[in-house]
């Protein structure tokens, strides 16, 4: 318990299960002594978020879809008299349709580019707009990306382009909200098998990929992405806005990817192959 965020109230928006990301920096939160409140989607998810919940004695829980106005501000509204003011807003939500994360981008629908632009990047400004009266200075809000905003991944389709829209929104948003002491950053995440992660096409090779070809060779967790959070959050990271902070063991560095590291006697490094 280092207590970087003692005193703070953090407000974390997707959480669906204990595989999420969002549970991951709920958690990492709650231990570095921030107060918690939780959102989730829909009704058929309370019941594995309530036992959560409870492992970080969250003081506000909440149904809200995000596709709703009319459900934002209904949880405002209760979050304003509950938690009186919000240090951390975190986002960590994103849809499409399963029919868009696979096959050529060129088919892409006119309905599921609305839905997946809607869902993943219009809510973190319609979020941010309603949370604004209740952040204090020195607020942070964070979202989460994926290298697909960068860079073509396989099947990633429309998701890549509303990542590449939601880092965008997040450069504008901290463009704005400087001069009120709020700060807007994203993680952008390697590779991590959650609900949403296992509904893109191929996503076991992505992982497979990441875990050989990347500098540290070893996948992520959601443990990774909760630290990073609790940090981005502190006022350790007081100066750092408009951030994309890569939680990928460094893949997002490479070109072509790393061999395997090489060991035991077939090594090129090995002793008796060198020259004297
Ligand atoms: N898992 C990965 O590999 C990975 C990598 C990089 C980035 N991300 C991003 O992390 C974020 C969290 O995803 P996750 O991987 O933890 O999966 P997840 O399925 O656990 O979380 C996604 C959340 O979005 C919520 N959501 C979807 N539609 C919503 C709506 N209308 N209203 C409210 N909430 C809604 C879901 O209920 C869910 O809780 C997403 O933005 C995702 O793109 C994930």
Redesign the pocket.
Known sequence: MTGLLAGKTALI?????E??????IARRMYEHGARIGL????DR?RRRVEPLAAKVDARFLAR?????DE?IDELFARARTELAGIDILV?????ADRNELGGDFSQTSRAGFHLAMD??VY?LIALTRAALPLMRPGSSIL??????AQKVAPNYNV?GVA?SA?ESSVRYLAAELGSREVRVNA???????????Q??TG?RS??TEYGRASPMRRNIT?DD?GDAAVWLSSPMARNVTGEVLYVDGGYNIVAGGLRPRRTGPSSGDAPSRRKP
Do not use: Q
């Open positions: 928006f997707g959480i669906a299960n595989r999420s990301l969002a549970w991951g959102a989730y989607a829909a998810l809200c879809d995000l596709a709703r459900e986002h960590a939500v994103a849809y869902i993943s809510t979202t989460l990306s994926y290298y697909g998701m990542k939601l993680i952008s995440a390697g590779p991590v098998r959650t609900l949403s992660a509904g893109v996503f992505a992982e959601s992405v």
